[in-house]
């Protein structure tokens, strides 16, 4: 997922900035990858863009929850959380 949002961040976002954290707590995996770049509408993936979709879909394999905050503009904010056994 960090490599997915790295590339986006490159590819498309024309970020200047890219800040990656990983934290965890008794029971969760934390990941924030937060961009300085132009931003864009999650719910509007272009067609033949499965990045965004694919990384939602990993998350839920593992029983995450990754929500993507961006708009255009303001950059992106793509946080995970992952249950740890």
């Given amino acids: 997922m960090v490599?997915?949002?790295v590339s986006?961040?490159?590819k498309h976002a024309e970020a200047t900035q890219l800040q990656v954290r990983l934290g965890w707590e008794p029971d969760?995996?934390?990941l924030t990858v937060k961009d300085d770049g132009k931003g864009?509408?999650?719910?509007?993936?272009p067609a033949g863009h499965y990045g965004l979709r694919n990384m939602q879909e990993r998350a839920g394999r593992f029983g995450g929850i990754l929500v993507i905050d961006s708009a255009p503009g303001k950059g992106a904010l793509v946080s995970l959380s992952l249950p740890v056994n």
Avoid: G, K, V
């Fill in 28 to 30: 969760r995996l934390l």
């Fill in 8 to 10: 986006n961040a490159a």
């Fill in 3 to 5: 490599q997915e949002c």
């Fill in 40 to 45: 864009f509408t999650p719910s509007a993936s």
